[in-house]
């Protein structure tokens, strides 16, 4: 059993948040999300930044134009987590049909065949690409604008699927109205993959395919002569992408400090059904811990690997989380992965290196009986028992597609069967408990200067949104016609600048309305 500091009963005051960290780590973070997301190699993303850096440099471009270049393709799969169910609708399996796409040896069509059409490029295009293109776009764009990385940045992130001639996704600029980033960007996520998946030659192949349609053809002519160097450099025993992850070699606005809910944030986007989950883990964690007597440094510890702790999620397809239970044993064992990709995230993220390794205990149990280690007993840091067990509490008591949430009677006896089980050490359990059912609902945080209010029925129409309801479904939780919920929909985007329920609902998180 865990030793406490205090009892139950001389509770201390709750903790506040300690949740900053770099701008560098954040984007870490988020890259490392996006290439599992995309079913990519981990360091899929921090390869293409240093090919982007490299290939912006012998176009000479400015050296902010370079930087922006790296920053694009470590945020260029940010947006992927938000359009998630969107793709899992339209591939079944949204991680292994991106793979699929990113492989793809297939040109892209000439502009010349588009202009035969007798129609807008943007209506030849199937609604739904053009749905999941905005909401990507418009998710990487916000994230940009949130960690403050420049307008160059923002503008290459929110016409990230555009091309050169026009006939990218939505299709509404071409040549040098798209961001010189995006092409960039487009052309070094092509070498790395292709390379690594073809060889050089085809790679190079490939790339003078897609000249002139995905990005400039003089683009391509001044690489190709050095690709073969870059790429023998990306694969040394030290790839020159380690520096990233050296503080002293990043700008001052890399060192700023950004709240990590917005990793958690991202994450959360994924499936309608869990927005908020990583907050609500998090926090919950982190006062049980401080109520079972924890210092504040292990309890802030406890809050940001709580946040994190589904970094892993991305790996998995939709079509796993939403369906109904008991599994068969090729999706256990994805899921079982999930943890060990938050551990895997712990070594490759420096300013999270700690947090992470504690986030991946989210699933282990006391007895043994967890996932992906089997850890028991005292093997389990005391943070990761916090997290583990809150992630449980939260886990129950969310409504998932295939079955309501547990009320708060039903979650607590299966909290203690838990405990009595070994699975969780009861004084943790008692700490948890003694938080969650004393918790008021939070208080929607007054807007800053500047920033429109929300009525009570527009903000009670966001959080129905949030979680993925339908307009037919909101309006009936809410009493009020469908037309009547479109209208507030339409109020909440003017008022939140987006267009998009997965950009309301970031933002919405962001702001402490949901």
């Known amino acids: 059993m865990l030793a406490f500091a205090s009892t139950l009963s001389s509770l201390p ?15 870490r973070a988020l890259a490392f999300i996006g290439d599992l997301s995309m079913g990519q190699p981990t360091d899929h993303s921090l390869r293409t930044a240093w090919l982007a850096g490299m290939i912006a440099t ?91 990385l420049g307008p160059d940045t923002e503008a290459a992130l929110r016409a990230i699927f555009e091309t050169y001639d026009g006939g990218g996704v939505p299709g509404l600029l071409q040549g040098d109205a798209v961001p010189l980033a995006t092409y960039v960007v487009a052309l070094a996520s092509d070498i790395e993959i292709f390379s690594r998946l073809y060889g050089l030659d085809k790679a ?5 395919g897609r000249a002139d349609s995905v990005y400039p053809g003089a683009l391509v002519d001044a690489c190709a002569p050095l690709i073969s160097t870059w790429l023998a450099t990306l694969d ?52 049980g811990s401080a109520r079972a007597g924890l210092d504040a440094a292990l309890c802030h510890r406890t809050y940001k690997a709580g946040l994190i702790h589904g970094i892993g999620r991305a790996s998995v397809p939709n079509a796993i989380w939403n369906a109904p239970e008991p599994l068969p044993a090729s999706s256990l064992e994805r899921l079982r992965l999930v943890p060990y990709w938050t551990s895997r995230a712990a070594g490759q993220i420096d300013g999270l290196a700690h947090e992470a390794e504690i986030a991946s205990f989210a699933f282990e ?28 509490w939260v886990s129950l008591r969310t409504r998932r597609p295939w079955r309501a949430e547990f009320t708060e009677a039903e979650a607590l006896d299966c909290m203690k069967q838990d405990a009595e089980a070994g ?29 429109p209010s929300l009525s009570e029925r527009e903000l009670e129409v966001l ?38 329920r997965a950009a309301a609902t970031l933002k919405a998180a962001t702001r402490g309305l949901i």
């Open 13 to 27: 005051p709750l903790m506040s948040d300690d949740s900053t960290i770099a701008v560098f780590d954040a984007i």
């Open 58 to 148: 012998e176009a000479r471009c400015a050296p902010a134009q370079v930087e922006a270049a790296r920053h694009v393709a470590l945020l260029r799969w940010s947006g992927c987590t938000a359009n998630a169910q969107e793709f899992a609708d339209f591939l079944d399996d949204d991680v292994q049909g991106r793979q699929a796409l990113l492989a793809s040896q297939k040109p892209r069509a000439p502009q010349q065949q588009l202009q035969q059409q007798q129609q807008p490029r943007s209506a030849a295009i199937p609604g739904a690409m053009l749905a999941m293109a905005n909401i990507h776009c418009e998710i990487a764009g916000d994230i940009a604008n949130t960690l403050s």
């Open 204 to 208: 190079l192949t490939l790339a003078r």
């Open 236 to 287: 040394s025993p030290t790839p020159p992408w380690t520096h990233m992850t050296d503080a002293a070699d990043h700008p001052a606005s890399m060192l700023r400090r950004v709240g990590l809910e917005l990793v958690g944030d991202v994450i959360d986007l994924k499936l309608p059904w869990m927005t908020g989950y990583s907050r609500r883990v998090a926090q919950l964690a982190r006062d």
């Open 365 to 392: 149990r006391r007895d043994g009986s967890g996932y992906f280690r089997g850890r028991s007993g005292t093997a389990m840091p005391v943070e990761g028992q916090f997290v583990a067990a809150a992630e449980r």
């Open 423 to 451: 699975r969780f050490d009861a004084h943790v359990v008692d700490a948890l408990l003694a938080i969650a059912m004393s918790h008021a609902p939070a208080k929607p945080v007054a807007p800053k200067g500047g920033e």
């Open 463 to 500: 959080r129905c949104i949030s979680r993925g309801e339908n307009t037919k479904e909101v309006a009936r939780a809410l009493g009020i016609s469908p037309r009547t919920v479109r209208t507030h929909v339409e109020r909440v985007f003017i008022k939140l600048e987006c267009s998009t």
